[in-house]
């Protein structure tokens, strides 16, 4: 049995709390907020983000940051991508040397463009930080769906600890050494399911959607191995699995407020009546500063921030992506000018 600590009191926060409890851990969550908390403690349930599901009586449940944390041989960082810099700094001078940190948060740092394991890096140089991602909505592991997830980390080591944690029947995560790539992917699939449920509301169809979905992943694939990442990734759980998943999903809210913005609301009337963070709003900035810095295309990302943020209609920023200059699918691909 080890001791590991989940901060955070949200949905994803207690389904994974809940897998690492059935792996016989001696698991405490955390959480800011001490309404939180309360509630938390007496409902054993978190009603809004994960009705439905228990959380075992056996799960301690603190705001007490250093409580939760003490001895502790792995921390989840399971808050919002907004929060992960400042949960950090709160760790500083109660964790130890060599601390495994795993972060399940996904986004791109406004302004910084780190990822959430650059954030937990700079803060808490002295710690392993481990990025845990892949098509896995809170709402079936809750459930014991059979879910498939893919951890990053920079020693094989470390990823193999992280993995024998969370590995059970239901919950099955393998290993990678490209840690940037699953990140990336995990970001930046959110601004596509942005645009997936844009072309839903908007009334079009699975044509529509299927080519979305596969010019989303080349789009984000063409930046990754730009910044370093590996293709093969991409082509992985954190790349085109959580791409299908958050784009085809109900329990998707990029998706949901995409389906809103579609309708004609604005982001923050989808943002209000999804009532749960919509990360791809934040990654699609940052995506497109990304796109600009390593010069990549990405008309995507392009149209969703046009859409987002320069208060451009959807319908319009769908018909100029249908309009673009027509050009080869691979440009990569030679003709044979021998054939007559």
């Not at 001895?71 to 929060?83: H, L, P």
């Not at 990029?254 to 004609?264: D, M, P, S």
Request: aromatic share 6%; hydrophobic share 40%; charged share 25%.
């Amino acid at each position: 049995m080890a001791k590991v600590t989940v901060l955070g009191g949200g949905g994803w926060a207690i389904a994974l709390a809940k897998v690492l409890y059935k792996n016989n851990n001696d698991v405490t969550i955390w959480s800011f907020l001490q309404s939180e908390v309360d509630a938390l403690n007496k409902e054993r349930e978190n009603k809004i983000s994960l009705p439905g599901i228990k959380i075992p009586d056996e799960i301690q449940i603190t705001n007490d940051m250093e409580e939760a944390v003490k001895d502790s041989e792995m921390i989840v960082m399971a808050v919002a991508s907004s929060f992960v810099r400042s949960t950090a700094k709160s760790l500083k001078g109660i964790v130890k040397e060599g601390q495994i940190i795993v972060d399940v948060a996904k986004g791109i740092e406004d302004k910084t463009f780190f990822t959430m394991t650059e954030i937990i890096e700079e803060e808490l140089p002295e710690c392993e930080a481990v990025v845990l991602s892949g098509p896995s909505h809170a709402e079936e592991v809750g459930r014991e769906v059979p879910t498939v997830v893919v951890i990053g980390a920079k020693k094989q080591e470390t990823a193999m600890k992280v993995q024998s944690l969370f590995a059970n029947k239901y919950f099955r995560p393998y290993i990678s050494p490209d840690r940037k790539s699953i990140e990336l992917g995990g970001s930046l699939k959110n601004v596509i399911a942005l645009a997936a449920g844009i072309i839903d509301g908007l009334g079009f169809g699975d044509n529509t959607e299927a080519a979305l979905i596969t010019r989303g992943i080349k789009e984000i694939t063409n930046l990754g191995t730009k910044m370093g990442g590996h293709s093969r990734t991409f082509n992985g759980l954190s790349g085109i699995g959580d791409l299908i998943v958050t784009c085809n999903s109900k329990h998707s809210r990029n998706r949901r407020a995409g389906v809103l913005i579609g309708k004609g609301y604005t982001l923050k009337e989808a943002v209000d009546e999804v009532k749960m963070v919509v990360e791809g709003a934040v990654s699609a900035k940052a995506a497109l500063a990304l796109a600009k810095k390593y010069e990549v295309d990405m008309p995507i990302v392009e149209a969703v921030n046009e859409v987002l943020f320069h208060d451009k209609s959807a319908e319009e920023a769908m018909w100029e992506l249908m309009e673009r200059e027509h050009t080869n699918e691979f440009m990569d691909l030679e003709w044979d000018e021998t054939i007559q």
